[in-house]
């Protein structure tokens, strides 16, 4: 994400909570890294859970100080539907 993100935030966190169109919470830790805000702990588990692939587009949506909204569209530009079934137990952010 561009430094400029962080422009809308008096101290970026140090953690996100993501949340999908389904309602599903997932934490991943934040990092500045290289002038950029980077999704750093967790990330990589999340993108292979939700099968995001290298062409997809990931667009992120400020909801509070430390949540996002993520919606995700696929290679031809439709927006994939995130079912959590698959880690809701294990992986799901403790609200």
Request: net charge positive; glycine share 4%.
């Amino acid at each position: 994400m561009p430094l400029d993100f962080t422009k809308h935030f008096v101290t970026v966190p140090t953690e996100f909570k993501l949340r999908n169109n389904t309602g599903c919470s997932w934490k991943v830790t934040v990092k500045l890294m290289n002038g950029r805000v980077t999704l750093d702990q967790c990330w990589a588990t999340y993108t292979a859970l939700h099968q995001i692939k290298i062409d997809y587009m990931v667009t992120f949506k400020l909801l509070t100080p430390d949540t996002l909204k993520v919606i995700i569209f696929d290679d031809d530009g439709i927006k994939v539907v995130n079912k959590c079934e698959k880690h809701d137990e294990t992986f799901a952010a403790k609200e």
